[in-house]
Each structure stands twice: as structure tokens, then as C-alpha cells.
């Protein structure tokens, strides 16, 4: 954390965009007015730039991930009951959305940009295990035109802030889709599993539309289906290796996508990556993650994958200038890496830079690694 970075243009919220909701989100499509920072209240958001319309909170789908996957977003269909990230420690040990686990961090609620310095949407959000055992940095992706509109990209970068080692660590994802939005004939969903792609996914005997969730980066551990609400059932899950075989038939189906394992020092992270996303039959469906995996290749050959970095991501609001105080070096890079300025003793200008990301990087001292990040939200 920066102890030396000082906001001289503090801004609330509402002075840049916000629009607070005070009901449930409406059926079908909705979209804001394009402002450079934008997010809505209580702590949910909306990536609806492309033909994908998905909410999405800073609570690890505690508030957003819940009958929120309109596709394509003009019908108001909406294919998902709900859908939420799991990470588990142990047998008996998993935190979740599902037990209200995930309080969002200071300074980590939910921001979208629109456009974002890579992406067309991308958010950014941090929450934290209410035991003090993990923390996660989240950045979403979406776009707007072919060959993105069909899917978004989430991040996440878990880190180990229990103080001990923590070894055998999953992450899943647990998805219930009611795909053709029919909550009330879900026996009627059926699931399946591309072991190629590690892609998890769902249709109905209604349609030929298909929708799912696929694993871009990281560590595959498993596919798998059930309802579980109990934490040892859940980490069993997480943690069983390889793609569950079954053979197609109809069924209200939850299905389990997960990565792992891995070992934490204390403080120490690692990072997975998710796409979302829907297809006019199996062969679009496969079409559309075959484009996400290559997004999410080009993203990391730029470096811009460095959305979910090992970081403190302490967030801060600004306008035109801020003071840096540090007896070190400090530079100001955009979300890409890149260098933008050289920070100096003092008040620094920043009013020509365009709105966006960046992040403050102070530097060590002792050769050029830095030794801490703030993420920088740069308001007009």
C-alpha cells in the first residue's frame, strides 16, 4: 500500500456517473448512458456492450449473478438461475457467495469503465473472505462487436492473506443455467462437457441455443454436477479431478467448473481466468470460446493480463493531480503495463492523461522491482 499517495481531488461517486438502482434490474435490455466511469448501486454492474447482457457484482456473485444473462440481449431471455464463484481451502472450508462469505474491501467496490483501456466494458473490483483468509481482485472484459459480442472475460487473482500456508487451493465456478430463461421447466436443460476447450455447457430440448462457461487460464481440475450447499460436499467437488461422464438427458443441472490445486506461501497469489458466454447452436457456442481463448492469448502476449497482478489494490479516486510524498521512485503505468509518467516529490499533474486505469507503482529502492501498487481511477 502507498502510505505517501495523497488524493489533492477527492470525488464522491455520484460527482462521476453513478446511477443508483433502487429495484430489481429490468427483463431484457437496459443500458446506461456511455460515461467514461459508470457503475450502479448497491454494488452490481452491467456488461451489456456486446449481444451478452450479464450483471455482475463486487461480492462474488452474492447480489449480480442472479437470473442477470440475457442473450441475445434484445429478447429478454434471460438463461441463468445463478452463478458464483467458490474458492476452497479445505475439506469443509469453502468460501462462497452462497454462505454470504465475501465482503467487498475498501476502496475495491465495483467500477466499469466504458471503454476501458483494453476492452470496450472491463470492471474492476476487489472482495475478501470475512475470516481474513483470502482476497480476490476482480477484472471483467467485454465487447461490442464481432468476433466478441457473444461472451465476457473475468479475471481473478486469489491471494493467501490468512498468514499461513494454505496448500490444495480450488477455484470453480458453480453455474446454474436455466437455459431459454424457462426458472420453472428446468428439467428440460440438458448438460455436457468439451474436454478440448474446458468448456462447461448447457441447452435446451426447446432450442438449439447453447450457453457456458469455459476456462481460459489456469490450472483445469474439473467438470462436474450437483447441488451442494454443504462445505465438505463442496470442496469434494471442487477438488475431484477430470470431466464427470454422463450422458446427456433432461435435468435441472448446476454444473461445477474448477482449477487447482494450489499452494500458498502467505501473501503469495495465483490467477484464473473465466469466459461467459452463448451460441446459436454447439458449433457457434464453440465458435464464440475458440474467440475468447484467443482475446484472452492476445490480451496476455501485451501484457494486459495484468488486470489480476499480485497486488493491494487500494483504490483511489482522482481528477487532475496527486501528491506523491515517497522517498523512492514511483511511476504511473496504464492497465497495459506501459509507462505513463515519471512521479515526482510533490504534486504531480495528470489532468492531460485520458480517464481510465492506471496504477501506481513505487518502486523498491534495490534494482527496479516495485514494491507496491495503487490502482489509480482517473475521473473527468
Known amino acids: 500500500m502507498l502510505p505517501f499517495l495523497l488524493l489533492l481531488s477527492a470525488v464522491s461517486l455520484d460527482a462521476v456517473g453513478v446511477c443508483p438502482v433502487t429495484s430489481g434490474l429490468p427483463s431484457g435490455k437496459w443500458r446506461e448512458p456511455r460515461v467514461e466511469l459508470r457503475t450502479l448501486l448497491p454494488t452490481t454492474g452491467v456488461h451489456d456492450t456486446g449481444l451478452l447482457a450479464v450483471s455482475i457484482d463486487d461480492v462474488g456473485g452474492q447480489e449480480a449473478w ?30 462462497d457467495a452462497w454462505d454470504m462469505d465475501w465482503s467487498t474491501t475498501p476502496g475495491g467496490q465495483l467500477v466499469i469503465l466504458e471503454p476501458g483501456p483494453v476492452a470496450d466494458e472491463e470492471g474492476l473490483a476487489e472482495f475478501a473472505d470475512n475470516a481474513g483468509r483470502a482476497r480476490v481482485v476482480q477484472h471483467s472484459f467485454a465487447w461490442g462487436g464481432p468476433p466478441d459480442e457473444d461472451y465476457i472475460i473475468v479475471a481473478y487473482t ?39 476447450r474446458s468448456l462447461a455447457y448447457m441447452w435446451d430440448t426447446s432450442s438449439a441455443w447453447h450457453v457456458g462457461v469455459r476456462l481460459l487460464d489456469g490450472r483445469f481440475c474439473g467438470y462436474h454436477t450437483g447441488f451442494y450447499t454443504d462445505d465438505d460436499w463442496k470442496y469434494i467437488i471442487m477438488s475431484s479431478p477430470g470431466a464427470e461422464s454422463t450422458t446427456p438427458y433432461p435435468d435441472d443441472w448446476c454444473v461445477w467448473l474448477s482449477a487447482g490445486p494450489y499452494s500458498l506461501a502467505p501473501g503469495d497469489s495465483f490467477s484464473v481466468v473465466f469466459a461467459f458466454l452463448a451460441g446459436e447452436d454447439l458449433e457457434d457456442l464453440q465458435v464464440n470460446a475458440d474467440a475468447a481463448q484467443a482475446k484472452w492469448q492476445q490480451l496476455s502476449l501485451s501484457g494486459s493480463e495484468s488486470a489480476a497482478p499480485a497486488y493491494r489494490p487500494t483504490t483511489t479516486f482522482c481528477r487532475s493531480a496527486i501528491t506523491f510524498g515517497g522517498a523512492h521512485r514511483a511511476v504511473l503505468t496504464d492497465a497495459s503495463g506501459r509507462k505513463v509518467m515519471q512521479l515526482l516529490s510533490g504534486t504531480n499533474d495528470v489532468s492531460r492523461l485520458p480517464a481510465g486505469v492506471y496504477f501506481v507503482r513505487e518502486a523498491s529502492g534495490v534494482g527496479r522491482e516495485a514494491s507496491s501498487v495503487t490502482k489509480l481511477i482517473l475521473t473527468r
Do not use: C, E, K
Not at 442477470?68 to 469443509?92: E, K, M, Q, R
Open 66 to 95: 442472479q437470473m442477470t444473462f440475457f442473450w441475445p440481449d434484445t429478447t429478454g431471455i434471460d438463461h441463468l438461475y445463478w452463478n458464483w464463484l467458490a474458492v476452497g481451502l479445505s475439506v469443509g472450508s469453502v468460501v
Open 158 to 196: 486469489v491471494v493467501n492473506t490468512s498468514g499461513y500456508q494454505q496448500d490444495s487451493v480450488f477455484v470453480s465456478h458453480r453455474t446454474d443455467f436455466d437455459v431459454m430463461g424457462d426458472h420453472g421447466g428446468m428439467p428440460t436443460d440438458m448438460s455436457s462437457f468439451d474436454s478440448a
